[in-house]
């Protein structure tokens, strides 16, 4: 990605023990995807049409994936595929597992792990979310320049901590075995891979709005005052996933970027916002993410 390729590949060698694989699961994803892959892409809520643009050469269902957490949520297929665009080697998940599903932060950041395991030099993250900025509309693509976690911060960095040590839960978490409560080791996203993300979206001419990704836990839509909290703390949309994936890539010295479609305005007055209007926004918009995201994995 005008960036990624340039960017050293760095701590691949000795991650966080958290997010080490297990064995029995590494060894599946060998069997199923031999060769490295060149990028990896998560295709969130109702998103995952971009795999019939793929020439898809594998398919394997997560269930089929030793302790791979099965997403639950309708418009999630919970499937991983290779597949060739261009001279791209691709890993595809079709769908993802949430926390509010019950799965730890180190399961739902499985897709970051995984991709940095199979020797992804890039990951691409997509998700449906709430547009927090007045200006946006329900269709938009939204580059995500900065993740805000409020207040499970703290708590998505000890579960992380936790599953390594071996710490309970009431511990203070005051030791740091598996390197992931230190500060984070560079900015989640890199100002090349970003400079690139709007590069694929001039070259693809889609309309691509910027702005700081608010993680909720969900699974409930958003109260009025949360909308305006999450205003007010800077962010420009809110949604309930990828903040585990992005978090753990930067542990991973695996370069990220997120793309959020905005499938719904989150207003601060009354409104009911339905997962049905999520997914059929979403589809509307695929298009337009999927022309996107060909320009960004030329880029890779
Ligand atoms: N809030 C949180 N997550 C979402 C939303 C939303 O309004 N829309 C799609 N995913």
Same mark, same amino acid.
């Given at each position: 990605m005008n960036g990624p390729r340039d960017i050293p590949p760095a701590a691949h060698a000795q991650p966080p023990s958290a997010l080490v694989l297990p064995a029995d699961l590494l060894q599946a994803l060998r069997a199923f995807a031999p060769e +490295?892959?060149?990028?990896?892409?998560? /295709? *969130?809520s109702g998103l995952g049409g971009f795999a019939d643009t793929v020439s898809i050469e594998a398919v394997v269902d997560a269930s089929e994936l030793p302790g791979y957490p099965v997403s639950t949520i309708e418009g999630h297929r919970g499937r991983l595929l290779l597949g060739r665009a261009g001279e791209r080697r691709l890993l595809l998940f079709q769908g993802r597992a949430h926390g509010y599903e019950g799965y730890s932060v180190a399961e739902t950041a499985l897709p970051a792990r995984i991709a940095a395991a199979l020797g992804a030099r890039a990951l691409l993250l997509t998700? %449906?979310?709430?547009? /927090?900025d007045p200006s946006f509309e329900a269709g938009d693509l939204m580059l995500v320049t900065d993740v805000l976690v409020l207040t499970a911060a703290q708590r998505m960095g000890l579960d992380l901590q936790r599953m390594g040590s071996g710490l309970q839960r009431g511990d203070t978490g005051s030791q740091d075995a598996t390197g992931l409560a230190s500060p984070l080791p560079r +900015?989640?996203?890199d100002e090349a891979q970003l400079a690139a993300a709007r590069a694929a979206a001039r070259e693809s001419t889609v309309r691509l709005r910027e702005g700081v990704y608010g993680y909720c836990s969900g699974p409930t839509y958003e109260t009025?005052? @949360?909308? %305006? !909290? !999450?205003?007010? %703390? *800077? %962010?420009?949309?809110?949604?309930?996933?990828?903040? +585990? @994936?992005?978090?753990a890539a930067v542990r991973l010295g695996l370069p990220s970027l997120a793309i959020s479609c905005i499938t719904n305005i989150s207003r601060t007055v009354r409104q009911v916002v339905s997962h049905e209007e999520v997914t059929t926004v979403a589809a509307q918009a695929s298009e337009r993410l999927e022309r996107l995201l060909h320009a960004l994995i030329r880029r890779v």
């Open positions: +490295p892959v060149d990028a990896a892409v998560v /295709l *969130g998700n %449906a979310a709430g547009g /927090l +900015p989640l996203f009025r005052a @949360e909308i %305006a !909290y !999450y205003r007010l %703390a *800077g %962010a420009q949309a809110v949604g309930m996933s990828t903040a +585990p @994936e992005v978090l």
